[in-house]
């Protein structure tokens, strides 16, 4: 999830109204209220969603990785102001099936799954993974430069359906004062060139297993850390049109036997499986050798 770069020319919002908050959803789960509440205010907390195994596991899995590798997730991107984008306290990685084999169980998460692609039915023929990145913002980290992730493509039209949509999987507490993410709700349908004012920007909070979603078209951001001693970590999930270039590149960051051990679901979410238009009068993009690129994974 990553774009830097405002966009040019940001006249004030003259309604100065206050955001409306987040609303929140809870088990037995109103799919078809989630999915209306998240395309028109473009976010919504599903709490509770995620179940206590699969995130206890991520959580050993990537603590034992982050031990073999500790200096591994700070930021060293070469550009300072993407690495301050990213935050220079802040704990990244991607590449997660490979660190954490729990990650697919996220991936795939049919609630978290089936409402990406409900959002994202009407613009595409199947979705892609665009990132999963685990983000653990520590102590006294400052806050994220508020952005839209769509902007990393830049050249798309912004339109009524996102071309992508996120998943914040929370699996320590978020609150104010550790770094919950900031979200603007409403802000994908502003025009270009609005930019939120403080009072617009509400913080849910989270507990473990909650998961926020939001749109890539709307404003967010990490909050800042204010805590001497408390780490906010979470994994964001982004899902894509298959026929955009995600932001992470999985094909150079898991290793194709990594790849070959996940199921057909989540290796179609990697791009190894085409993606076709051709029942609409479309073409084909994807191809491995002018076919199927899962036969790479089966040769
Ligand atoms: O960590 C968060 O809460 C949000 C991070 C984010 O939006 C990003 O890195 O693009
Ligand atoms: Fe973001």
Redesign the pocket.
């Known amino acids: 999830?990553?774009?830097v770069a405002p966009r040019a020319s940001a006249p004030a919002n003259a309604a100065g109204e206050a955001a409306p908050d987040v609303p929140r959803f809870h088990a037995p789960f109103d799919w078809d209220e989630v999915d209306e509440v998240t395309r028109t205010l473009g976010t919504a907390v599903l709490t509770g969603l995620v179940e206590e195994e699969p995130l206890e596991r991520f959580g050993r899995e990537i603590d034992r990785w982050l031990d073999l590798h500790p200096d591994s997730a700070l930021p060293d991107s070469g550009s300072p102001v993407y690495d301050t984008?990213?935050g220079r306290r802040?704990a990244r990685l991607q590449g997660l099936l490979a660190k954490a084999p729990a990650t697919a169980d996220l991936i795939a998460h049919p609630g978290i799954l089936g409402w990406a692609r409900r959002l994202l039915a009407p613009v595409c023929d199947g979705v892609l993974l665009s990132a999963a990145?685990f983000?653990q913002?520590g102590p006294r980290e400052s806050r994220?430069y508020t952005?839209r992730?769509s902007d990393a493509w830049w050249f798309a039209p912004r339109g009524p359906d996102p071309l992508c949509v996120n998943a914040?999987v929370a699996l320590t507490p978020f609150d104010e004062r550790n770094?919950?993410?900031?979200v603007v709700p409403g802000s994908c349908l502003w025009p270009d060139g609005r930019r939120p004012m403080d009072r617009e920007v509400v913080q849910p909070r989270l507990d473990p297993g909650d998961v926020l979603l939001f749109r890539a078209d709307v404003f967010?951001?990490?909050?800042a850390n204010r805590t001497p001693d408390r780490f906010r970590r979470?994994v964001?999930l982004s899902y894509c049109a298959g026929w955009l270039r995600p932001l992470e590149n999985s094909f150079l960051n898991l290793p194709r036997q990594v790849a070959a051990g996940v199921s057909d679901e989540v290796a179609e979410l990697l791009g190894y499986r085409i993606h076709d238009s051709t029942g609409r009068g479309g073409g084909i993009i994807g191809t491995y050798e002018y076919g199927d690129p899962g036969r790479v994974l089966r040769d």
């Open positions: 999830m990553s774009s984008f990213m802040t990145e983000i913002i994220q952005h992730d914040m770094g919950a993410t900031r967010h951001g990490g909050g979470g964001a």
